[in-house]
Each structure stands twice: as structure tokens, then as C-alpha cells.
């Protein structure tokens, strides 16, 4: 398989006196060349500090306390690594979706997509039982607290992106269809990467904050 | 390839393959392109593609960058007034000893929402309207990078701010303080729903800042014209950079905070509850780490203000550009290390706070050598006496005094006796006036004539300019000593015998004439509306791009986007090529340039103006209003939202066709 | 009622080196002040005159710009200089607040309530603890301990002729440390919002002579004084049978509550409601009459009482010195 050129060079404008002629250059481009890449870092810039600040409060307040957990268990392991082999799997769709949408080649991206939904939908499916092997409640002490906040915010990054992910399959079908919309898939796996990333993190604070 | 003008290829050999690329789709009529001189039919084309409609959809479906942060500005302004009020209310009731103008409830809302209302629906938003303002105009496109994500923002501002007064008014006004320590605004002590009106105001006005800071940092990397290099930018796009910045990284913090507090509230979660392993003090750790840039966030675009009008009324270029760029940089790095400095009273460990003294101390390093460099241009200028370079005077005086009373307040011995008095508030009110109410004023009667075709009178300005002055340091100087007295902050009255009364009561004098100033300031704008006289394009000899279009712009901005190659383009011969051509003037388009060097890159499809921002914020009220009385409504009622999402993201069949002819793969 | 409250008038160690830290930056920061100025007032004053249609000057200048460049960069460079200094005072300073010597301390435990001060003194040793409220008394050249808690919201202890605050935080334990050298009553204020009554949340510092203060210290060990008219007798009676004992203690009767400040030598102090009214035969009636006229929101309801009962109440708690 031949590495796909991601980022194609620039096409220079043309130059008609004092004019800059621009009505060559593409309508749109992908990763940092187009502004929803910019859009998309942001938003994972506002998201990674709020997830960020989540883990320092876990620390801060396991600092100052006399037991952690409070008198319970930590959370169950097998769910916690479940979600962990399925997410980093399903960064493999993910990386052929989003070479597809690079490609503009709407059938294979389509493919590739059902096959993301399908891992988000098991993920979610997961995260739910995650939750059920917490082994404490979230009015439990500040322990339970933290511990379900800490979940609850990178579910809602999942659910959402899961759902974004649908939304995308379905636009797809949608005609006439635009290219800047393989442009908007393409970033949608790369929030996925983040999704997946910020996992890791996360899942070692819950999961053996309470046990070092 | 460099971004020096005449460095363009102008290649024989891609005509061809650039002619053919810019051939339309289907065969037909003369597709219009943008480049033409103004008058020419792609010209009206352009203006009619940029115009809104008429009539109440488009009024609600309208985001047009110039619009959005008009809209901004305005409202901005009305919550100054109605907080101004609420302040003058204050300094009434503590005029004299045991006054009874208002009881002790009513008060402790009255500065609840004064410093709410001024912080997060004054004070950020109309610094975040300028930036949408101008931003566009200056680094020479037609619209900021997710124009729908602001209007979005901006009717999330409103409707916000709506609901907080809505809540003042039937009694329900956040009463904790506009920081609302924990516990007096925990589940407990903070009874009924005064708080949760209150985090549910924070979490619209974070998410407004937050989705405008993105806008404004994409607009600033990707959308500059070609040759504006991140070196030839002007000072005032570096400011809203930095500040943008920021903001994506502070915002978020006050966000989860104020919602760890509603989930103890509502969810019985022990954040913040000491009897079941939680801290009262995490909050002020993970307010402050947000609420000190926040002050940054208002101190740093008027340092942007102030950097645009020097260089006007001083007639030359400013000193120091780029030791000035770097000063903005580092103040927006320090401002993150400073937030102890607001809890020195209470048992974090000396050694830290010493570190953050010593931190709060450095900071006024970077915004020293920005002082300086000013006077220097000053200094080295020749002088335009007119209202904004007054205001921007007044700003140096009342600034500094607020910055050196800041120096006093930054070490720690010195802070645990005036903490929590009146000397905090006299400080706070010098900077924040001083350093941005002035600045803000400035910037008005600067960018007045271009933002409505008409010049504020100069006369009443000076007026005004003089009766603010005097009024500011009337009511805030005696505040300082009232501090030193032992007055504390947040008290709805005190004793005859403490002796407050007298300076107390010239405090108040001082706030009539502010009221007097302001009431000029309204006259003045309401009559020049009207019957002002009509600006030209460039009415102050500005160097900067916004000068180049008519006053007010036309709806685009720019008929053909130009091409810069130095600081002050205005001020400069103009390189062998002035102007971009090519952009369709039948759909709303624009060009991307690199980041850093500012070649020409991709064109871009603006969103054109839809309703679905507008439903979106109606959708998140509704979510947010429904979960402040049910839990079940945080869960159920983000639905709402979900489909007005969806709905504003699901491609218009009408708008793919026309954009799809405009497409050209790269 | 009265004290004296002011940062300029200290009267102990840790408030006069905040004072002579307060006098440095004064003098430093008005001196920075009018240097920079009466620079920018010069160079307005000097510069020339133009309009909007002036040619701006967009040339180099290198000469000019050098010695701008020498300007600006002396005045960072004071400034940073003068920075350091005022730095390295506040270190000082913060150290000398820091070192003040313990021996023979009074112990006082400080309890911060909503809206009231509770102070308990000698709290490790039974049988010399006793409890106040709202007004303390403290010897004068010996330094007083205090343990700082709060038993709601976060208040701060503040007593400026003494020293520095420091915030009373439910679920954290603080302290603080002072000395008054000069006899004399000293005013503090709550220093930190904590709902509707802060503002009349006051504390009155009594610095005695030490032989004053051994003999205030055996009045306050003693149980509450037995009444000695009729009048005194019914309003003990009245005390202890209405709503009073619920809250309040006045040791060696039946009023044992412990929601309220302790009333067992009310009648020594100067005060009421924590510095909200004098302590006057008259005020107390009309304060437990009504409390919420005088401070709204406060936790102590209105006593139903006939007015000769409101008298006998009265003069019961006025004879407890």
C-alpha cells in the first residue's frame, strides 16, 4: 500500500498584474489546511484542559484525604479493560475511514464508517456496564464523586462523537453530496483519535488511583 | 517562495490549467468573480450576496461578522448600564451610617449581580464584540472562520443574560458573590435556586467565550490576507490572539467547577463538602485558576486598543512592535501562575504563596515594558488631541494607580490586611476601569465612524472624558482608605462610630458625576446617529486595513481582498500586487492563507445565514432551564439540543448545489 | 461598641511590620507614580501638534530609536530593580509575622458561626476552659494562639491594629498568632462574606494590663452569678423555661444550649449581636424582643414575651458579669 500523499502541496496563485488570481486554488483542504481542523483543535484543546483539571482534582482530593476510596472497593477491573482493548482496536477502522475520506472515495468511507458506528456502539454499550462496576456511588463521598465525573465527562465525548459518527454515515447518502463533507469526516476520526487517547489517561486514574 | 509582493509566480505555463480549473462545472453564463473596481456588476453581485434581508428570519438567521459583534457591543453595553445602576444603588445605601435604602437580602444581590453582570456579561463580551468587529476588517477577509458558531454564541449571550436578570427580578438573583465561595453557595448554606441561576449564567457566558475564542484564534491563523505575515500583524489582532488563547484554556475550568458545584447541589455529590472527604477550598483554587486570566481576558484587549490608537494619534508607527507582541505573550503566559494570589487568608502553605507573590510581582514586568514603549511613541510622535488619545491618557493615570495598589496586593503580609476591604475594591475598580472601561472608550469613539458612518462630537467627548475622570477617582480613590480604615468588602452597612461615613458619602458624590458622564455618553452616540457628521473612510489617517473600505464597510467588506506587505498598509507605498481576485461574488467566499506566512491557500465557502443557530440556543435554554429543576431533565432534556444540531448540520439540498458549482478539488 | 480598627494605628508586632512594609510600597509606588507621570505629561507637553491629515511618519529613525530604545530599556530595568526590592521587603515582612515568639501563649480557640464569634480559651484543660462570645480579653505583651475553625461558611478573623486576617474554613483547621503591646480595645470584623448578616459580625478585642486580665480569667472560670433580686430571679426562671435554653449556656443553670454565643458573663461585655448593639438594659429587652429588626436573617427568633418579663429577662443577663 502505497503511503497517501494526506496533504497535497499548495496550488500557487496566479499572479495577473496587480492581481492575485485565486480562482484556481481548491475549495477546500484537509488536516491543518482547512479551518475545521483548526475548529476541531480547539475544541479538543477545551476538552483535553477540562479533562485535565478532572485528574488534578482526583489527585488534590485523594491528597487530603485519610482512605481512598472511602471504605469501599476500588472499581472492578474487567469492563475498565474491555473498553480498552475495544477503543484502541477501533482505532483501525477509524485510520481507514478517515484514509478513505481522504481519498473522496464516498463508498469505502461509508464502509468504514458503519464499521466505527458499530465499535461506538459496543463501546457505549460497555460504558455502561463500566459504570455498574464502579463499585460506589456518586453521592458516596467525595471519592464516588470524582470517580463519576470523571467517567461521565469522557462518556459524553464518546456518546457524542458516536453520534456524530451516525450523523456522518447518513449524510453520506445525501446528494449532491460536497467534497468538503470527506473533509468534516476526516477531522470526525480525528476527534475519534482523541476519544481513544484521552482514554488511556482516564482509565488509569480510575482504575488504579484507588489501588497505588 | 516568499511573501514578498512581486514574488508571486505569474507562470505562463499553469494559465492554461488555472483557466480551465476556474471554468465553471456546467457550461452557461459568466460566472461573477470578485476583483473588479467597485461599481461593476460583480461588485453589486458581491454586495447583494453579502447583504442580509430583510425582515425577522433573516434578523434571527443573520451572521455576518459585523453584525454579530455590533449586536455584541450593544448588548455588552446595556448590561453596563443596568450594573452601573446597581453599583450607584450601592454606593447610596452605604453613603451614611445604618441607612435603610435597602435591607441586607437585596444587597447581597445587588453585588452579586453587579459583579457577575460586569464581569461575565459586560466586561468579556464587549472586548469578544470588538474582536468580531474588527478582526475581519483588519486582516482583510469577509467573515470570521465559523460564523454560525458565533451567532450561535451570541444568542446564547443574550438569552443568558436574560435569565439572570429575569431571576433578579423575581427575587431570584445569585446572592453568594460573583465568585460564590462554597459553602455559603453550596447545597446547604445557598437555599433556594439563587445559585443555580448563577452556574447556569456561568455555564452560557463560558460557552459564548469559549465558542467565540475559537472563531476569533481560527480567524486570526487561517484567514489573513495574502502577505500578512505573522510579523507585519498589527498589535490588536496579536492582542485578541493571545487572548483568545487563553481563553480556551482558562474557560474550561470555571465551567467544571460551577458544574461540580450543581452536581452537589442537585446530585448530592461531596465535591466540596469537607464532613465526606471534600474541600471547601478546591473551589477557590479552581475559581481562581480561571478568574485571574479572566481578568486578563478584559485587561489584554485594551492593551489591544490602546496599541491601535497610539500609533493613529502619535502619527507614526508604534515603538517597540515586536517587544511589545512578546510582552502580550508573557503576560498571557503569567496570568496563569498568579491565583493564589486571591487566597493568602486562608492555610495554603506559606512557601507556595510566597512563589505566587513572587509570581504576581513578575507579571508587571511585560506590562511595564508596554507602558513604556507607548510613552516612547508618545513621546517621539506628533500628537492628534482628540477624545480617544484623552481617554487613552486617563488610562496611564487610573491604570497605574490600579496596577501599583495590584503590586501591594500581590505580597503576601501586605495582602492579609487589606484582603477582603474596600482597598481590594478600590483597586479592582482602578484597573478594570482604568485599564479597560478607558481604553473600551477609546476604542468607541475610535472605531465609531467607521462602524456607523458617523463622527462622535469631539466636544461632548472631551466632556465626557473629564467628568469621567474626575468621577472615577472621586468614587474609587476614597476607597482605598476606607480599606486602611478597616471596612471590609461585601457589607450592606456599618456603624456611625467606625467613622466610614464621610468618605463613604464622597464616594457616592463621585458616582453621580460618573452617572452624569455616561448619560453625556448616550446623548452624544443617540445624537450623532442622527445628525453627526458623516465620516470618510479614513477620518483619522489609520494605517491599519479596516481604513481602506467606507465608513460603514460595505456588507463584504472588501470588493477584491487586499494584499499587504508591511505593518501599517495604509502608511506604506503599495507592493507590485495590491489585490486578490478570483473569489466567487455569487456565494459568500473567502481565502485561506498559511499560518505563519500568509500564502494564499484554499478558498472558502462561508456558511450562508441560517436559523439553526438560533434554535440551537433556544434548544440548550431549554436543557440548562429544565435541569436547574430536575435531574432528570439534565439528562433527558439534552435531546434538544441534540436534534437542533443535527438539524443545523444536515446539509440544504439548495446550498450543496450552489456551493458544489463553486467546488474545485484540491 | 467601639475600638480601634485601623491599619495605620497598629498596636502589637505582626501589625507594625505590616505597617512599615504598607509605609515602603506607599512611598515606592507614589514615587513611581509621579515619575512616570510627570514623563508622560512632559512628553505630551513637548510633543508637536498635527491632525488626522498629517503624514504619518512610517521612516526609520535609528538615531531617535536608539535612544528610546536606552530609554525604555532604563526604565524596565529601575522598575524590575525596584520590583525586587519591594520583593525582598515583603519577605521580610512575611517572615517577621512569622516568628513571633510562643512562650506563655494564651491558647483561644476561635470558632467562626454565622453570624456570631465563639471563643473558647484554655480548650485542652478542663478545668480551666471556659467560653465567651464576640468579645475577647487578651494580656498585654504575651502572645495569644488561636486556632481557627468554622462551624458553617468560610469567615475571616480580623483584628487590623493586631494583625494580618486569616479565613476560618469548615473542614480545615488554621492558626494564628499575635500580640498586643499596648492595653486598649481593639475592633475586628468578620473579613469574608458569609450571608446575610456579615456586616454586623464584629469582635471586640480587650487588651487588659496582666493583672486585669488574671482577674477577668477568674470571673470567666466561675459558673454564671447567682441572682440576687426578684426581678433577676424571674428572668433566670424565664430563661431557663422559654426558648432561650435551647440555644444559649449560662453555666451553672439549665440553659445548656450550644447553637448560641455563651451567656454566662454577658453582662461584662460591651456589646451585643457581635458588635451590632450597645449592652444596655434597654437594648437587650428590645434585642430579644426582636432580633430580626436589628439584623435580619440572624438564627434567633422573636421572644413572645410581656414587656415586664422582657424587663426581669433583661436584668437577669445584665447582672451576669
Known amino acids: 500500500m502505497t503511503r497517501r500523499e494526506f496533504i497535497p502541496a499548495s496550488i500557487p496563485a496566479v499572479r495577473r498584474g496587480d492581481a492575485l488570481d485565486v480562482a484556481g486554488l481548491p475549495s477546500y483542504g484537509f488536516a491543518h ?39 469501599g472497593r476500588p472499581p472492578d477491573l474487567l469492563f475498565g479493560n474491555i473498553n480498552l482493548a475495544v477503543i484502541l482496536v477501533s482505532a483501525v477502522p477509524n485510520l481507514f475511514a478517515q484514509r478513505a475520506a481522504a481519498d473522496r472515495n464516498t463508498r469505502r468511507v461509508r464502509h468504514w464508517l458503519y464499521v466505527c458506528a458499530a465499535f461506538g456502539v459496543v463501546l457505549c454499550a460497555v460504558r455502561w456496564f463500566e459504570f455498574t462496576a464502579l463499585n460506589v456511588r456518586w453521592d458516596d463521598g467525595a471519592y464516588g464523586s470524582t470517580v463519576w465525573v470523571l467517567l461521565g465527562l469522557h462518556t459524553f465525548n464518546l456518546v457524542t462523537d458516536v453520534a456524530d459518527t451516525f450523523v456522518l454515515t447518513a449524510v453520506t447518502y445525501t446528494s449532491p453530496f460536497e467534497g468538503k463533507r470527506f473533509v468534516d469526516i476526516a477531522e470526525n476520526c480525528g476527534y475519534w483519535y482523541f476519544v481513544v487517547l484521552t482514554w488511556l489517561p482516564i482509565y488509569a486514574v480510575i482504575y488504579f488511583g484507588a489501588r497505588l | 517562495m516568499t511573501a514578498a509582493s512581486g514574488a508571486f509566480p505569474s507562470d505562463a505555463g499553469s494559465r492554461t490549467r488555472a483557466r480551465e480549473r476556474s471554468q465553471p462545472k456546467k457550461g452557461g453564463r459568466q460566472r461573477l468573480r470578485d476583483g473588479a473596481g467597485a461599481g461593476s456588476r460583480a461588485a453589486a453581485e458581491l454586495e447583494r450576496t453579502w447583504t442580509d434581508k430583510p425582515g425577522v428570519i433573516s434578523f434571527l438567521s443573520a451572521n455576518g461578522h459585523k453584525t454579530i459583534g455590533l449586536r455584541f457591543i450593544v448588548t455588552a453595553l446595556c448590561f453596563f448600564g443596568a450594573a452601573g445602576v446597581m453599583g450607584g444603588l450601592m454606593r447610596h445605601q452605604l453613603a451614611t451610617a445604618n441607612s435603610h435604602l435597602v435591607g441586607p437580602d437585596f444587597y447581597n444581590q445587588l453585588f452579586t449581580m453587579h459583579g457577575t453582570t460586569m464581569m461575565f456579561l459586560f466586561a468579556v463580551p464587549v472586548m469578544q464584540g470588538f474582536a468580531l468587529y474588527l478582526v475581519p476588517l483588519m486582516i482583510g477577509t469577509r467573515n470570521t472562520a465559523f460564523p454560525r458558531m458565533t451567532a450561535c454564541a451570541y444568542w446564547l449571550y443574550v438569552i443568558g443574560g436574560l435569565l439572570l436578570f429575569g431571576a433578579f427580578l423575581s427575587n431570584t438573583g445569585p446572592d453568594a458573590g460573583w465568585f460564590a465561595y462554597v459553602p455559603l453557595a453550596g447545597p446547604q448554606y445557598g437555599i433556594g435556586k439563587r445559585v443555580d441561576v448563577w452556574n447556569m449564567l456561568v455555564t452560557y457566558s463560558e460557552a459564548t467565550g469559549l465558542m467565540v475564542a475559537v472563531d476569533i484564534t481560527t480567524t486570526i491563523l487561517k484567514l489573513r490576507a495574502p502577505g500578512m505575515t505573522l510579523r507585519h500583524m498589527p498589535l490588536f489582532l496579536w492582542a485578541s490572539l493571545v487572548t483568545s488563547v487563553m481563553i480556551i484554556f482558562a474557560m474550561p475550568m470555571v465551567m467544571l467547577a460551577a458544574n461540580l458545584v450543581q452536581f452537589d447541589r442537585m446530585l448530592g455529590t461531596h465535591f466540596f463538602n469537607p464532613a465526606e472527604g471534600g474541600d471547601a477550598l478546591l473551589w477557590q483554587h479552581l475559581f481562581w485558576f480561571f478568574g485571574h486570566p479572566e481578568v486578563y481576558f478584559i485587561f489584554i484587549p485594551a492593551l489591544g486598543f490602546i496599541s491601535a490608537v497610539i500609533p493613529t494619534f502619535a502619527r507614526r508607527p508604534m515603538f517597540g512592535h515586536d517587544a511589545i507582541v512578546l510582552s502580550l505573550i508573557a503576560t498571557g503566559f503569567l496570568s496563569f501562575g498568579l491565583w493564589v494570589h486571591h487566597m493568602f487568608a486562608t492555610n495554603v502553605p506559606e512557601l507556595g504563596k510566597s512563589f505566587f507573590t513572587a509570581m504576581s510581582f513578575m507579571i508587571a514586568i511585560p506590562t511595564a515594558l508596554q507602558l513604556f514603549c507607548w510613552i516612547a511613541t508618545i513621546a517621539s510622535g506628533r500628537l492628534v488631541m482628540k477624545t480617544p488619545l484623552l481617554f487613552v491618557l486617563g488610562f496611564f493615570f487610573i491604570l497605574l494607580i490600579g496596577g501599583l495598589t495590584g503590586i501591594m496586593l500581590g505580597s503576601v503580609p501586605l495582602d492579609l490586611q ?127 486595513l479596516e481604513w481602506s473600505v467606507s465608513s460603514p464597510p460595505p456588507a463584504c467588506n472588501f470588493f477584491a481582498l487586499p494584499v499587504v506587505s508591511s505593518r501599517e498598509p495604509l502608511w506604506t507605498p503599495p507592493g507590485n500586487v495590491t489585490h486578490v481576485s478570483g473569489l466567487s461574488a455569487e456565494i459568500r467566499e473567502g481565502l485561506t492563507t498559511t499560518v505563519i506566512d500568509a500564502l494564499p491557500d484554499t478558498r472558502y465557502a462561508y456558511p450562508a445565514p441560517e436559523i439553526w443557530p438560533f434554535v440551537a440556543s433556544l434548544a440548550v435554554t431549554a436543557w440548562l432551564v429544565w435541569s436547574i429543576w430536575s435531574v432528570r431533565g439534565f439528562a433527558w432534556g439534552l435531546i434538544l439540543p441534540a436534534i437542533a444540531f443535527f438539524a443545523w448540520y444536515w446539509p440544504d439540498k439548495k446550498e450543496s448545489i450552489e456551493e458544489i458549482s463553486w467546488e474545485t478539488e484540491p | 461598641m467601639n475600638g480601634i480598627h485601623d491599619i495605620r494605628l497598629p498596636a502589637g508586632p505582626q501589625a507594625a511590620a505590616l505597617f512599615d512594609l504598607w509605609t515602603l510600597m506607599l512611598i515606592t509606588c507614589t514615587g513611581v507614580f509621579v515619575a512616570i507621570i510627570v514623563v508622560l505629561a512632559v512628553a505630551v507637553w513637548r510633543a508637536p501638534r498635527a491632525t488626522a491629515k498629517t503624514l504619518p511618519d512610517a521612516d526609520a529613525h535609528p538615531r531617535k530609536e536608539t535612544m528610546l530604545k536606552r530609554s525604555v530599556g532604563f526604565a524596565v530595568a529601575t522598575s524590575a530593580v525596584l520590583l525586587f526590592v519591594l520583593l525582598f521587603a515583603s519577605f521580610i515582612a512575611d517572615r517577621a509575622i512569622a516568628t513571633l515568639p510562643l512562650d506563655d501563649a494564651v491558647h483561644i480557640d476561635l470558632i467562626g458561626h454565622q453570624f456570631w464569634w465563639e471563643a473558647r480559651y484554655d480548650p485542652s484543660d478542663p478545668a480551666r476552659s471556659f467560653a465567651t462570645a464576640n ?64 456586616a454586623h459580625m464584629a469582635l471586640i478585642v480587650v487588651a487588659d494590663a496582666p493583672a486585669d486580665y488574671e482577674r477577668w480569667l477568674v470571673v470567666q472560670r466561675q459558673p454564671a452569678r447567682e441572682p440576687s433580686t426578684a426581678q433577676e430571679r424571674r428572668g433566670r426562671d424565664l430563661v431557663e423555661r422559654a426558648s432561650c435554653a435551647m440555644c444559649h449556656t449560662i453555666s451553672g443553670t439549665a440553659a445548656r444550649g450550644r447553637r448560641a454565643p455563651d451567656l454566662s458573663h454577658v453582662g461584662s461585655r460591651s456589646s451585643l449581636a457581635a458588635g451590632t448593639l450597645e449592652n444596655t438594659a434597654a437594648s437587650r429587652a428590645h434585642w430579644i424582643a426582636d432580633p430580626q429588626s436589628y439584623k435580619p436573617g440572624v438564627d434567633m427568633p422573636p421572644l413572645a414575651a410581656a414587656p415586664a418579663d422582657l424587663v426581669a429577662i433583661s436584668a437577669y443577663l445584665g447582672a451576669l458579669q
Open chain 1, 33 to 71: 489546511r482547512s479551518l475545521m481542523w483548526w475548529g476541531n483543535a480547539g475544541m479538543m484543546a477545551i476538552e483535553g484542559g477540562a479533562f485535565g483539571f478532572m485528574i488534578v482534582i482526583y489527585f488534590y482530593l485523594r491528597g487530603i484525604s485519610n482512605a481512598w476510596p472511602d471504605g
Open chain 2, 418 to 544: 487589606v484582603h477582603d476591604t474596600y482597598f481590594v475594591v478600590a483597586h479592582l475598580h482602578y484597573v478594570l476601569i482604568g485599564g479597560a472601561v478607558f481604553p473600551l472608550f477609546a476604542a468607541i469613539f475610535y472605531w465609531f465612524p467607521k462602524v456607523t458612518g458617523r463622527v462622535l462630537s469631539d466636544r461632548l467627548g472631551k466632556w465626557q472624558f473629564w467628568l469621567f475622570f474626575i468621577g472615577v477617582n472621586l468614587t474609587f480613590f476614597p476607597l482605598h482608605i476606607l480599606g486602611l480604615a478597616g471596612m471590609p468588602r461585601r457589607i450592606y452597612t456599618y456603624a456611625p462610630e467606625t467613622g466610614w461615613g464621610f468618605l463613604s458619602f464622597l464616594s457616592a458624590a463621585g458616582q453621580v458625576i460618573n452617572d452624569l458622564s455616561m448619560l453625556l455618553f448616550a446623548f452624544n452616540v443617540a445624537r450623532s446617529l442622527f445628525k453627526g457628521e458623516r465620516a470618510p473612510a479614513d477620518p483619522w489617517g489609520g494605517g491599519t
Open chain 3, 135 to 198: 468579645e475577647m480579653h487578651v494580656p498585654v505583651g504575651r502572645p495569644v494562639l488561636m486556632t481557627l475553625r468554622a462551624d458553617d461558611v468560610i469567615h475571616s478573623f480580623w483584628v487590623p491594629s493586631l494583625a494580618g486576617k486569616k479565613d476560618l474554613i469548615p473542614g480545615r483547621t488554621s492558626t494564628i498568632a499575635f500580640r498586643a503591646d499596648r492595653a486598649g480595645i481593639y475592633r475586628g470584623q468578620c473579613a469574608e462574606f458569609c450571608g446575610y448578616q456579615h
